[in-house]
T-cell receptor, first 116, second 111 residues
Framework: GAGVSQSPSNKVTEKGKDVELRCDPISGHTALYWYRQSLGQGLEFLIY????????KSGLPSDRFSAERTGGSVSTLTIQRTQQEDSAVYLC??????????????FGNGTRLTVT | DAKTTQPTSMDCAEGRAANLPCNHSTISGNEYVYWYRQIHSQGPQYIIH???NNETNEMASLIITEDRKSSTLILPHATLRDTAVYYC????????????FGGGTRLMVKP
């Protein structure tokens, strides 16, 4: 079946511009996660959505970062006034159940963001 | 979540079994062992997970020692496409909303 889909796959933007990254999770998955991965580094947690509950935003690095999930499905990660240190691969993952389960996460292939 | 220790890199001949070790000596009774891999330019891919019993699926087998302080991921017949970074992670099911990926093991499958 279809996996987690992210768009665009690559995004080059100028410093100071806003960007929106999109994630389509696997149908029926109630949990959705955003991570980012800098070159050669591990994954950095950003934000977590579970059903209609308030999202866990504890990983967002600054108030320039925000995310929403509409209708419990598609999610958009927005970065305002981008900085060069925002350059990374932004990964989205979904899971059939979130907190309280051992369900594995299924990742998309990410959006590679380059801020020039 | 418990810390894990994995070798930085390993080589394996194509067609042979790849055995990837992971130490998690501080694992708690309610923490699961998960394995993911990341092939270049792709997102992490879930492989297998377990609590205390050995597990097998279409991709791999997971062998967990009786004291749960270490585990081994086994790819029974490695192919060139199995070349990737393999991550061993331990986490509780109910507490963490996030996975903490360490350095992983870079497996190189050679012809």
């Amino acid at each position: 079946g279809a996996g987690v889909s992210q768009s665009p796959s690559n995004k080059v933007t100028e410093k100071g511009k806003d960007v929106e990254l999109r994630c389509d999770p696997i149908s029926g998955h109630t949990a959705l996660y955003w991570y980012r991965q800098s070159l050669g580094q591990g994954l950095e947690f950003l934000i977590y959505f579970q059903g209609n509950s308030a999202p866990d935003k504890s990983g967002l690095p600054s108030d320039r970062f925000s995310a929403e999930r509409t209708g419990g499905s598609v999610s958009t990660l927005t970065i305002q006034r981008t900085q060069q240190e925002d350059s990374a691969v932004y990964l989205c993952a979904s899971s059939p159940r979130g907190q309280g389960s051992n369900s594995p996460l299924h990742f998309g292939n990410g959006t590679r963001l380059t801020v020039t | 979540d418990a810390k894990t220790t994995q070798p930085t890199s390993m080589d394996c001949a194509e067609g042979r079994a790849a055995n990837l070790p992971c130490n998690h000596s501080t694992i708690s009774g309610n923490e699961y062992v998960y394995w993911y891999r990341q092939i270049h330019s792709q997102g992490p891919q879930y492989i297998i997970h377990g609590l205390k019993n050995n597990e097998t699926n279409e991709m791999a087998s997971l062998i967990i020692t009786e004291d749960r302080k270490s585990s081994t991921l086994i790819l029974p017949h490695a192919t060139l496409r199995d070349t990737a970074v393999y991550y061993c992670i331990v986490r509780v099911a109910y507490a963490g909303n996030m996975l903490t990926f360490g350095g992983g093991t870079r497996l190189m499958v050679k012809p």
